[in-house]
């Protein structure tokens, strides 16, 4: 939820024009594809697509990288056409264009996690990037060399969100293992499902009072004002 207020603070601060759907929005299904169970996804999908029409919408920005991916490549297939863009895509463009412009100093370290289904499945990597370099006082730091092309899933993966891993190190913990080798403050997502899995892998370590997750749409939001 922080999250989303975050995207609506970020909206109205650049004047943008939006609506949401409210008790109408379901899941995209997204999830059950990934689990095997296509029946279920088409169901989601076709209550989806006959809602969005419904209103004819044209452009839709998400705030996950999988309703990212599922509506942009899948929903098509289904009769669901729409102009899709991921919330780092969207407002790195209101940056661009001079529409919001982050103000208040942010003296941290940030290492910025690559999610999947922006990263190595859609070729989203500078946007969210930029996004993270337009606060002032964060320096970015990268996870070498798990990241960009060769980035490291969360562990949630692949409906491994609903899973328990059945042996070896679990893979949240592995990708913790990575920030903290970086030395960075933070880690900086730009997923839902990043977010959860990593502040895991930092409570399970016992480093919540020293490290944190944030969105970047937490980050730039805390930052349009002083």
């Known amino acids: 939820q922080a999250v989303a207020r975050s995207m609506v603070k970020v909206l109205k601060a650049a004047g943008v024009d939006f609506a949401i759907l409210g008790d109408e929005e379901t899941c995209t299904g ?78 941290s370290n940030v290492a910025y996690h690559d999610s999947c289904y922006l990263g190595r499945h859609n070729g989203v990597y500078e946007e969210p990037r930029n996004v993270v370099r337009s606060v002032p006082g964060l320096n970015l730091i990268e996870m070498e060399p798990h990241c960009r092309g060769q980035g490291f899933c969360c562990g949630a993966g692949g409906g491994h969100m609903w899973l328990e891993e059945s042996g070896g190190t679990r893979v949240n913990h592995t990708r913790t293992d990575h920030f903290l080798e970086s030395g960075a ?38 930052s349009l004002e002083e």
Not at 88 to 103: A, C, R, Y
């Open 185 to 222: 403050d933070t880690v900086a997502v730009s997923c839902p499902f990043c977010l959860q899995m990593l502040t895991e892998g930092i409570q399970a370590k016992g480093l919540e009072g020293e490290k944190q997750t944030l969105d970047v749409l937490e980050i730039l939001a805390d």
């Open 30 to 107: 997204d999830p059950a594809r990934r689990m095997g169970n296509e029946y279920l996804f088409q169901i989601l999908a076709q209550q989806s697509i006959e809602t969005l029409n419904s209103y004819n919408v044209k452009t839709i920005v998400t705030i996950c990288p999988h309703c990212f991916n599922t509506m942009k490549n899948e929903y098509p297939q289904f009769g669901g056409e729409y102009e899709v863009l991921h919330y780092s895509q969207f407002v790195d463009g209101l940056i661009g264009e001079g529409k919001i412009k982050p103000i208040k100093m942010m003296e």
